[in-house]
């Protein structure tokens, strides 16, 4: 099939929202990563977005609402807290599972009883969903395992021809996965790390746990709380390990390396004598999180074997950097 290439304006979103509303699938900007949208409603546009993205049938959705109107399609239940989260954090990039409307199809929440619901902040994404009239399932627009697409051009490497419609707009502003909390436990769980981070959750939630495959793999048998975070993601083709060292141990060991590049933070860079990128300011995780899929895509075109990141703090935005990262590397981690 052709993909379209739309316009981030008006005629560009009636025209995604008029595909959308025919069950096919759209490439949309939202502030986090590119988004690959279809109707929560349908199982077949569900289903094309599975084949498109060849993602692994057991990892649910999430669902995004243009306005607080919307919600009462999608779940069920909308507890104080919850509330309390949403005049917080929305729009924003904070994903909640709550339990699930039965307008939702099976195919978006893939038999669980609770679905994944968030608004955007990306006025583009909110006009789409409000044309369309639909509260939109939308995984990340990459192929699945690739790392996410921040650009409508990493939309077109992965998916050019596969998907009815891409919405050209501008790149993202965080660059990362929307943070995602589960309300649907006692005592809530952060299931995935990001931009709204957990110590800002905690001023809203104080017992909130942070889930274990948030920063390790889980053993075999062991039951994800999140299907997702099973799976290897992000993943460049070239060989990624983290480093957790001090700046001057990381810069010798990458230098004494071959066939190898390195992502470090900007303070290296000049010390560096293998190919180079730079992720930003050891302080600054926000440019971090920007940088990162761009980076970990660019790595490809280095034409080394191996490349050894740098590995961030864990803290605030950090944590949702290393959880990527970490993932990018399939868990290899090197303790300097
Ligand atoms: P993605 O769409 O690739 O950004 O991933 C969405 C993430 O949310 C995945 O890790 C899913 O496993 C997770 N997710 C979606 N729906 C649920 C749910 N109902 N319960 C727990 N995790 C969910
Ligand atoms: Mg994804």
Request: glycine share 6%.
């Amino acid at each position: 099939m052709d993909t379209l290439r739309l316009k981030d304006n008006k005629e560009g979103i009636i025209a995604a929202a008029e595909i959308l509303k025919a069950d096919g699938i759209v490439g949309i900007p939202t502030e986090t990563v590119y988004g690959l949208a279809a109707s929560a409603y349908s199982s077949q546009a569900i289903s094309k977005v599975f084949t498109a993205k060849g993602r692994p049938q057991d990892n649910p959705l999430i669902v995004h609402i243009s306005d607080m109107d919307m919600l009462s399609d999608v779940v069920s239940e909308f507890s104080p807290t919850a509330k309390e989260l949403a005049k917080r954090f929305w729009p924003g990039p904070l994903t909640m599972v709550l339990p699930k409307s039965e307008k939702i199809t099976e195919s978006v929440s893939k038999g669980l009883s609770t679905v994944a619901v968030r608004m955007p902040s990306n006025i583009v994404a909110r006009e789409v969903i409000k044309a369309s009239g639909l509260p939109l399932a939308a995984p990340s627009a990459n192929l699945s395992g690739s790392p996410s697409p921040t650009t409508a051009n990493h939309v077109i490497t992965d998916l050019d021809g596969k998907i009815d419609a891409l919405i050209f707009s501008s790149d993202c502003e965080v660059g990362l996965e929307s943070t995602v909390v589960s309300l649907a436990v006692d005592p809530p769980r952060l299931l995935r790390p990001g931009f709204i981070t957990a110590e800002q959750l905690k001023e809203v939630i104080p017992n909130l746990v942070i889930d274990k495959a948030v920063l390790q793999e889980l053993g075999k048998g062991e039951k994800a709380a999140s299907p997702g975070m099973m799976y290897k993601h992000y993943s460049p083709k070239t060989e990624v390990f983290l480093v957790e060292a001090e700046n001057d141990v990381f810069v010798s060991f990458v230098n004494s390396n071959n066939n190898c590049a390195a992502i470090c933070f900007s303070e290296e860079q000049e010390k560096i004598t293998v190919p180079v990128l730079s992720l930003g300011q050891k302080e600054s995780a926000e440019n971090q999180a920007k940088n990162l899929f761009a980076l970990l895509r660019q790595s490809d075109t280095l034409n080394v074997k191996t490349v050894y990141v740098h590995a961030p703090k864990k803290d605030g935005v950090g944590l949702a950097v290393y959880n990527r990262l970490i993932r990018a590397a399939g868990f290899k981690v090197i303790k300097l």
